[in-house]
């Protein structure tokens, strides 16, 4: 889906960080588009038909899609490709951040219907790449296989308060591996880190 989109703000650091409103929120409410803007995040800028085959999607909705995903300024021209025939596209920031508490108890049931649909799709999303993941780990040097992954969960009885001051403790401890190693150093991979907290009902 990224810095973060579970609510929270990013570090004072992170740098390029679009936070959302109630207006893109709406633009950015679909399965598809949340895909194509995660693409382009991850694996750079590209074209509707690239996307298209990299996503399993026709080209005719990966092209309208990206349009309504520049209308709100998700993503924009890649000024350095697009000089042939096909229009090259690029996400316009990092990451995003957005108010998912305010979001879900806005007044108007379209917005609250908006954060639905991101939220599951991030959900969806994260229990995707952590199944390919464990599909593929074969593939992978052992130095990765070994050790360089984790599954875990714990639980700890907090206050809402104290679930924030944890949250944030998080980030900012990923957000101090961010540029410690440079591209293309040998045995690295970019690595994919989901924090998920939320309370439990007591039985």
Do not use: C
Not at 48 to 56: C, E, F, K
Not at 137 to 156: H, K, L, N
């Amino acid at each position: 889906m990224p810095a973060t989109e579970d609510g929270t703000e990013p570090p004072a650091e992170a740098e390029n960080v679009h936070k959302v409103d109630a207006r893109t929120l709406r633009g950015l409410a679909h399965p598809l588009r949340l895909r194509l803007l995660a693409a382009l995040r991850e694996y750079g800028p590209a074209t509707a038909s690239g996307l298209a085959d990299r996503l399993g999607e026709s080209s005719g909705a990966t092209s309208y899609h990206l349009r309504q995903l520049a209308a709100y300024g998700f993503v924009e021209d890649d000024p350095e490709r697009g000089k042939g025939r096909e229009r090259w596209w690029r996400a316009a920031h990092r990451g995003t951040v957005f108010d998912s508490s305010r979001f879900l108890s806005h007044p108007d049931p379209e917005v609250r219907g908006a954060v639905d649909v991101v939220l599951h799709e991030i959900a969806t999303t994260h229990s995707q790449e952590l199944n390919t993941w464990i599909g593929t780990m074969r593939e992978w040097p052992d130095a990765w296989r070994q050790e360089g992954w984790d599954i875990s969960d714990f639980q700890v009885r907090l206050t809402p308060d104290l679930s924030e001051e944890l949250i944030g403790k998080i980030h900012e401890l990923i957000e101090s591996y961010r540029g410690r190693v440079p591209e293309g150093t040998e045995g690295s991979a970019n690595v994919r880190s989901h924090v998920h907290l939320f309370p439990r009902p007591a039985e």
